[in-house]
């Protein structure tokens, strides 16, 4: 059964937007795309792509007021809101994407920073598939075993010491957050849309368990 654009993927000009949507409607979505405020604040489920620069990608949110209505939209009217890849790190409270400060949605209390080079072996970007390793409890992941792989590409990572809310973590020579989960927020670090049968099942969770 096919439902009426239930989901929102929002559409500030950066992100994989027709994988997720191809994603989307081989489980059975429609989605629509969309930087309407009204269509957002309408939805019953939110995504945020995104690819490139964290700075670059807060701008044309903040330039389209995409920020005000995102906020609004989950904090206030309490829309469940999947981020995906840098669409994660812009729901953090900020970056320091080459060496500079910028501010994020502010949506999770954890900030963005570049991956360490913590060892002679670690290739920046982190590319390919990886395996993760998910609280339990996590909804996004249920259904699913431990030790499950998914589609890298990225060179920074999200950080933060904040217990409330659950965890997904990647070992890359260093143990970083991949995935999280606060009441309605949702981010995972990954691609699900390039993530073959893991990536689908994550998507379908996210759909219908959320």
């Known amino acids: 059964m096919r439902l009426n654009n239930s989901v929102v993927v929002i559409d500030y000009g950066m992100g994989n937007i027709f994988s997720i949507q191809h994603s989307l409607e081989y ?28 700075k670059s990608a807060m701008k044309k949110i903040t330039d389209l007021g995409l920020d005000l209505i995102i906020k609004d939209a989950v904090l206030v009217k309490k829309i469940p809101i999947l981020g995906i890849c840098l669409g994660m790190q812009l729901l953090t409270k900020s970056s ?91 981010g995972v670090q990954f691609h699900p849309e390039k993530s073959q049968e893991n990536g689908l099942r994550l998507l379908k969770n996210f759909l219908y368990k959320t």
């Open 96 to 186: 320091t994407e080459e060496s500079s400060f910028t501010k994020g949605l502010d949506l999770v209390n954890a900030s963005t920073i570049r991956l360490k080079k913590t060892h002679s072996n670690i290739k920046i970007p982190h590319i390919g598939f990886d395996n993760v390793f998910f609280n339990k409890n996590m909804s996004l992941f249920k259904g699913l075993t431990q030790d499950i792989d998914f589609y890298f590409i990225h060179s920074y990572m999200v950080v933060s010491k904040d217990k409330d809310f659950f965890q997904a973590y990647c070992d890359y020579y260093q143990k970083f957050i991949v995935a999280f989960e606060n009441k309605n927020v949702f």
């Open 27 to 54: 489980l059975g979505y429609e989605s629509i795309l969309s930087s309407d405020p009204k269509i957002i604040l309408g939805a019953k489920k939110l995504i945020l792509p995104g690819v490139g620069s964290f």
